[in-house]
């Protein structure tokens, strides 16, 4: 057997094992990136990436695997799905939660176990097995640990296209699924890049509460609400505040909105099935939970990452959102507003600002939340034209 055959055949192997592990497909690109270093930089110099200090800090060594681990020859990109449930109806409850003023609303990324665990766990194995048929002298595996344009290396691959979300997508798996990489030097056969199917679809852009997605494939990090909600450390924008309605943990409603993910698949991994506090919980459960309580109920899971006073100052702000939306009338609002005096005397300097802003909301005074459309399932796939070839970060 010559040696691609004999490359070509490892990687069969490795494509096997990967779903037996709950990968849904894994693929492999070379390092060239050079397209993608124009579009990053102007993301960089813009400050779109806000209080990320470590985007900058690494600069283009994002784009450049082969700088970041030198003798890197190929990247091997995997997907695992993590959608909990994968019905027909599994949109439109996600919109349902959102339309509910008393519910919270968390990520369905985040309602399992850790991503970054389970797939480092398995990309290891992954690793494993390459290393028992072979001697690479370039081994690592990587999720969302290290400088890596794991979409860009993704859809080189061909493992989906960039959305305009700047997500990646698919046509048979919507965009609902984690990557995870593995570096290597080893001369594997490379796959073809795919076409995009976005066409003249803007469903994502329009529906974004904060318009944070300010064109296609340029997302301003300071007004995207999973920035706000988990990287952002200090006070949130006054004026962003009513437009995270009841989102406490991320947001997926670019996500909901796109017409690719009525072929989302449910995952293969019981990690991350939703917890059961995740099914159906409330702004006014949650914020009944104490340090040790928020520290017992996230453990395993991301939510721990943001700590409990982030976690407190999300609450907050959808507390006060809650309170805009619900009648003067409404029994809850007592409730509410018990729960936040009650907090505010303890609460440091960011969670009481957060609390005294949710006092002073005016019941009643936003009576829908805050998306500029619905799209609950029912859409149509986009119509195809040209596809957009700016360079995306």
């Not at 082969?66 to 919109?95: C, K, N």
């Not at 018990?338 to 969670?351: E, I, P, Q, W, Y």
Request: charged letters at 25%; proline letters at 6%; aromatic letters at 8%.
């Amino acid at each position: 057997m010559d040696d691609g055959g004999r490359w070509d055949e490892l990687l069969q192997t490795l494509r096997a094992a990967a779903v037996g592990l709950g990968f849904s497909q894994i693929t492999v690109s070379d390092v060239r990136l050079d397209a993608a270093e124009p579009g990053l930089q102007a993301w960089l110099d813009a400050g779109w990436h806000g209080g990320m200090d470590y985007m900058a800090r690494h600069g283009m060594r994002r784009a450049r695997p082969s700088e970041l681990l030198p003798g890197t020859l190929r990247v091997i990109s995997a997907r695992m799905d993590y959608l909990p449930r994968a019905d027909a109806d599994w949109r439109a409850r996600e919109w349902g939660r959102l339309g509910d003023a008393q519910a919270a609303a968390v990520s369905l990324y985040a309602r399992g176990r850790d991503y970054h665990k389970v797939l480092r766990a398995r990309l290891q194995r992954l690793a494993g097995l390459i290393a028992a048929h072979a001697q690479p002298r370039v081994l690592r595996v990587f999720t969302d640990s290290a400088p890596v344009l794991e979409v860009e290396l993704a859809a080189r691959g061909g493992l989906g296209w960039r959305g305009k979300h700047t997500l990646l997508l698919r046509r048979d798996a919507g965009s609902m699924f984690f990557l995870g990489e593995i570096f290597v030097d080893l001369p594997f056969p490379v796959d073809a890049p795919i076409s995009a199917h976005c066409g003249s679809c803007t469903r994502c852009i329009d529906v974004c509460p904060t318009r944070a997605i300010l064109a296609p494939y340029r997302l301003d990090a300071r007004r995207c609400i999973s920035y706000l909600t988990i990287e952002h450390a200090g006070p949130i924008d006054p004026a962003l505040r009513p437009l995270l309605g009841n989102r406490i943990y991320g947001c997926d409603d670019c996500q909901l909105a796109c017409p690719w993910n009525r072929y989302a698949r449910a995952s293969a991994v019981a990690d991350f099935a939703a917890r059961a506090e995740w099914d159906e919980p409330t702004l006014l459960q949650l914020w009944s939970w104490d340090a040790d309580t928020f520290g017992r109920r996230t453990e395993g899971s991301p939510m721990r990452r943001i700590g409990y006073q982030r976690w407190r100052r999300n609450l907050a702000v959808a507390l006060g959102n809650a309170r805009r939306r619900l009648p003067a009338t409404d029994r809850a609002q007592s409730a509410i507003d018990a729960g936040l005096r009650a907090a505010l005397g303890t609460a440091d300097a960011l969670v009481a600002e957060h609390i005294d802003w949710a006092l002073r909301q005016e019941p009643g005074a936003a009576s829908q939340p805050p998306t500029s459309s619905r799209n609950n399932g029912s859409e149509t796939a986009p119509r195809m034209v040209d596809n957009d070839t700016t360079p995306a970060t």
